[in-house]
C-alpha cells in the first residue's frame, strides 16, 4: 500500500452501502483512476462484524473493527461513514475532519441534525465533506443543487424521498390492503425494516427534506420545526376514495420559500393522478425542484439499495479525488448562509380531505357546513359514501385552508351531538 | 471594473440564452457571490445587434460588435459563447482557450463536431471548458454523468431531447393532426424554427446524443457515423395506429454499450404507453441513463428557453468561478479515453411497426409472410386497417430484428406484384 499516487479509501460501516461502495471502486477502478488521475483503492475497511470482512475483502485490504485506527491511518485520505446514525457515526466524521480528512457519508440523520456544524468543521480544516448519498440514493441531486441549478434562487423541492412508505402505498393503492397486511409483506421482502417506525411516521422523510431545503434555500433549518405525519394511521378505505376521487395517496416531503419564510413539512397527501408524481411507483423516490430561471425539473430513480446507494458514494469519491489531485479541497463552501424562519405549522394553507362517520339525520350536513363555514374553511365537494345500521359516512374536499382553521372546524365538529368520529383528515397537494 | 476580486464574464452572442444568462447572473448576484465566495458580474457583451445592446444593458457592461475584443479583455476571465454553429463559435471558442480564458456553451453543434479536440485544448491551456446546456436545457445531466455516476459503467442513454419534435408529436398524438399543419402551428407559436431542418430531421438530437454517449462511455464518437432519420415521414395514420396499439411515437435518441461496440440511433420509435418516456409531453426533455451501480434514473425537464439554458450557463459560470478561487481550473479531465467502434447500422436490433398498401387478392398475406419467414424476420401480429377499392392497409409488428434483414426483406416485399407501396417503416422501442 505504499503506492505514492495512490487514494486511499477508508469505509467504516461494512453493510449494504459499504459492500456497494466496496464493489463498485474495485470493479470500476480502471474507469475511475482515468477520470480522476490517480488509482482510488479502498486500503482499510472497519466493522465490528470481522468475520464478514475477513470473508468479504481481498486480502491487501485492512480490515479490523477500529474505526479509530482507520481515522489515523496516514494511508486513508478519504473516510467513508457508512454506518448511520448520529452515534458513533457523528463523532467518526468529527475526529476525521478534525485530523483534515476529507469525508464521505450516505448519513441523513447526522446531516439532518448537525449538517452546519459538520460543514463549518470541514471548512475548518481545509477537508471535503460530500454527502450525495444522503438523499435519493443513486439519483444525483446534491450536487445539482450545489452545481448545476447553482444560478438559481429555488422555490420548491417537493419529493418522494422515502422507497419504503412509497412502496407500501403503491400496493396498498393497487390492491385495497391494510397498512398492516402489506407492511407485513413488506418487512418479508427486506423493502421495511423490522422497526419500521423511522420510514412509517416520517421521520426519514423529514431528515431528507431538512437537507434538500437547506441546501436549495442556503438556510439553516432545525429538523424539529418541521411538521411530520407518518402513514401509520392511513386505512385502506382512504386509499380507495382517493383513486375514486381521481388520487393517488403519496407520503410528500415538500419545502416551500415563502415571503414568511420557509414552509416545510412530511405527511401523507392526495396527489391528482395527472400529476408524475402519482405515477412514482415502488421503492423509487422522485424529487421534483422549481427553481426561477430553470423552471421545474425532475430527478427519478431507485431510491434506496446498497449499489444505488454505493453509486454515489464513489460519485463523490471520484469528486473529493479530483480535489486532491487539484490542490482544491475545500473549494465547496458552507452553504447554509441565509436566517429564514421556518413557517408555524397553523400558517401553512393547504386543501384538505377528511372523512367523518355521522348519525344519518336530517340536519346534521347542515350544522357540519355550519362549523367550517363560521371557521372559514370553504367546501370544494361531499361525497356520501355510505349509510348503514343508521350511520353514513362522509368525505369533504375543501379548498385552500389554513391548518389552524381546519383544526378548528374539526375541533368543533367532533363536538357535534350527531358526529360519531372523524376517521380520517389527509392534505391535497395539487 | 477595476475590483480587485470580481470574476468578469464576457458574453458572446445576445440571443435569448445570453440574455437570459445575463439577468440570471444580475438578478441572482448576491446568491451566486455567496456560493463562490467572490463577485460574478457580467463585464462585457458583443453581438453585432449593437442597438439590442444598448437597449438591454446595464451602462457599466461593454458592448460591442467584436467577439475577439471580448476575449482579449483582461477583465473577462470567464468567455461564454452563445452564438451556435460551428463558425465562428469555434474560432471564437478556440482563440479564448488558446488564451487561457476559461469557456462556457450551449453549443451542441460544436460539441458533437468538435468536443474531444476542444478538451485537449483547454486542457493544455489548464482552461476550464464547459458545457452543461449543451444538452436538455436547464435539466442537469452532463455534470451528473461527469461527477454523480461517475462511479458507474454506463450501459444506455434513453431520450427525448428535442423539445420542438416533441411538441409536434405531442400534437399529432393528441388532436391527430399532419405533420404539415402542426408544424405550422408550432411556427406561429415560436416552438420551432422558420427553417425546421434541424429539428425534423433528427440533427439536433444527433447532436446532443454524440455529446452524453461520448461522456457516458468514455468513447470519441463520430457524429457522422451515428444513425440518423427525422420525423419528416411521419403520417397522421401512424401516430393514430401507435395509439391504438398501445404506443406514443417518439423521436428518440438511443445509445447502448454493447459486446460490439457502441449503438448509437436517432429516430422516431414506437414507445408502451406505459413507459415513462410515452408520456414526456410537449417541449420537455427526459433523459433516462443506465448504470451498472445505480440502475436507471431519469431526469426531467423544459429541454428549451432562454431561462432555463441561462440556468444551465450559469451552473457551469459558478464551477468554473469555484475552480478560480481554488486555483484548481482544468481538474476535470477530457474524458474520452476509448476506443469503442460505432456498430454498423445493420447490425442494429430492434422491433419494427410497418405498414403497407396491398391489392386485397387472396395469397397476398402469405406471399408478404413468405419474404419475412425467408428473411429471418419474426411477425409478432398483423392487423388489416381498412380495405376498400381493392386495396388494403396492413400493419405489421415484428419481434426483435436485425435492421440488415427486415430491411432485405421490404425489398423483396416490395417487388411483389400485389403489393402498391410500404408506407412507413418505424422502429419499435420496449
Same mark, same amino acid.
Request: glycine fraction near 12%.
Given at each position: 500500500m505504499s503506492d505514492q499516487g495512490v487514494i486511499g479509501v477508508g469505509i467504516i460501516g461494512f453493510g449494504i452501502v459499504g459492500q456497494g461502495t466496496y464493489s463498485i471502486l474495485r470493479d470500476n477502478a480502471e474507469t475511475i483512476e482515468r477520470q480522476v488521475g490517480r488509482p482510488v483503492r479502498v486500503v482499510s475497511v472497519a466493522d465490528l462484524r470481522t468475520e464478514l470482512l475477513k470473508e468479504k475483502l481481498d486480502p491487501n485490504v485492512r480490515a479490523s473493527a477500529d474505526a479509530e485506527a482507520l481515522i489515523r491511518d496516514p494511508d486513508v485520505?478519504?473516510?467513508?461513514?457508512?454506518?448511520?446514525?448520529? &452515534?458513533?457515526?457523528?463523532?467518526?466524521?468529527r475526529m476525521a475532519l478534525e485530523a483534515g480528512k476529507h469525508v464521505v457519508v450516505a448519513n441523513k440523520e447526522l446531516l439532518a441534525k448537525q449538517g452546519p456544524q459538520l460543514l463549518e468543521l470541514a471548512e475548518k480544516n481545509s477537508a471535503d465533506f460530500y454527502f450525495e448519498a444522503s438523499v435519493g440514493g443513486g439519483i444525483p441531486i446534491i450536487s445539482p443543487l450545489r452545481i448545476?441549478?447553482?444560478? &438559481?434562487?429555488?422555490?420548491?423541492?417537493?419529493?418522494?424521498?422515502?422507497?419504503?412508505? &412509497?412502496?407500501?402505498?403503491?400496493?396498498?393503492?393497487?390492491?385495497?390492503?391494510? @397498512?398492516?397486511?402489506?407492511?407485513?409483506?413488506?418487512?418479508?421482502?427486506?423493502?421495511?425494516?423490522?422497526?419500521?417506525t423511522n420510514d412509517i411516521e416520517g421521520y426519514d422523510a423529514r431528515?431528507?427534506?431538512?437537507?434538500?431545503?437547506?441546501?436549495?434555500?442556503?438556510?439553516?433549518?432545525?429538523?424539529?420545526?418541521?411538521?411530520?405525519?407518518?402513514?401509520?394511521?392511513?386505512?385502506?378505505?382512504?386509499?380507495? &376514495?382517493?383513486?375514486?376521487?381521481?388520487?393517488?395517496?403519496?407520503?410528500?416531503?415538500?419545502?416551500k420559500r415563502t415571503p414568511d419564510g420557509i414552509e416545510a413539512r412530511v405527511?401523507?397527501?392526495?396527489?391528482?393522478?395527472?400529476?408524475?408524481?402519482?405515477?412514482?411507483?415502488?421503492?423509487?423516490?422522485?424529487?421534483?425542484?422549481?427553481?426561477?430561471?430553470?423552471?421545474?425539473?425532475?430527478?427519478?430513480?431507485?431510491?434506496?439499495?446498497g449499489m444505488a446507494a454505493g453509486s454515489a458514494v464513489v460519485g463523490d469519491i471520484v469528486e473529493v479525488s479530483r480535489n486532491i489531485v487539484s490542490g482544491s479541497n475545500g473549494r @465547496?463552501?458552507?452553504?447554509?448562509?441565509?436566517?429564514?424562519?421556518?413557517?408555524?405549522?397553523?400558517?401553512?394553507?393547504c386543501r384538505y380531505y377528511a372523512r367523518m362517520r355521522v348519525e344519518d339525520h336530517p340536519g346534521v350536513l347542515a350544522a357540519i357546513a355550519t362549523q367550517f363555514g363560521d371557521c372559514d374553511v370553504s367546501i370544494a365537494s361531499m361525497v356520501q359514501k355510505t349509510a348503514e345500521d343508521g350511520v353514513a359516512e362522509l368525505v369533504f374536499l375543501t379548498h385552500e385552508v389554513k391548518e389552524?382553521?381546519?383544526q378548528e372546524a374539526l375541533?368543533?365538529?367532533?363536538?357535534?351531538?350527531?358526529?360519531?368520529?372523524?376517521?380520517?383528515?389527509?392534505?391535497v397537494e395539487e
Open positions: 485520505h478519504i473516510v467513508c461513514e457508512l454506518i448511520g446514525g448520529v &452515534n458513533p457515526a457523528g463523532r467518526f466524521v448545476g441549478l447553482a444560478g &438559481n434562487q429555488i422555490e420548491k423541492i417537493i419529493g418522494i424521498v422515502n422507497g419504503t412508505t &412509497n412502496y407500501i402505498l403503491t400496493r396498498m393503492s393497487g390492491e385495497g390492503g391494510s @397498512l398492516e397486511d402489506v407492511l407485513r409483506e413488506a418487512q418479508a421482502l427486506g423493502y421495511a425494516e423490522s422497526d419500521p431528515y431528507k427534506i431538512t437537507i434538500l431545503a437547506s441546501l436549495g434555500f442556503h438556510a439553516r433549518l432545525n429538523v424539529d420545526q418541521i411538521l411530520c405525519e407518518g402513514i401509520s394511521g392511513l386505512k385502506a378505505t382512504d386509499v380507495n &376514495n382517493a383513486r375514486d376521487l381521481g388520487y393517488n395517496i403519496k407520503l410528500l416531503a415538500v419545502a405527511h401523507p397527501a392526495l396527489v391528482p393522478l395527472s400529476h408524475p408524481i402519482a405515477s412514482v411507483s415502488g421503492v423509487n423516490n422522485a424529487i421534483f425542484v422549481t427553481g426561477d430561471a430553470v423552471g421545474d425539473i425532475m430527478v427519478y430513480g431507485p431510491g434506496a439499495g @465547496l463552501k458552507t452553504l447554509e448562509f441565509r436566517d429564514l424562519p421556518v413557517q408555524a405549522t397553523g400558517d401553512i394553507v389552524r382553521d381546519i375541533e368543533r365538529i367532533r363536538q357535534l351531538d350527531d358526529v360519531d368520529e372523524i376517521c380520517s383528515v389527509i392534505r
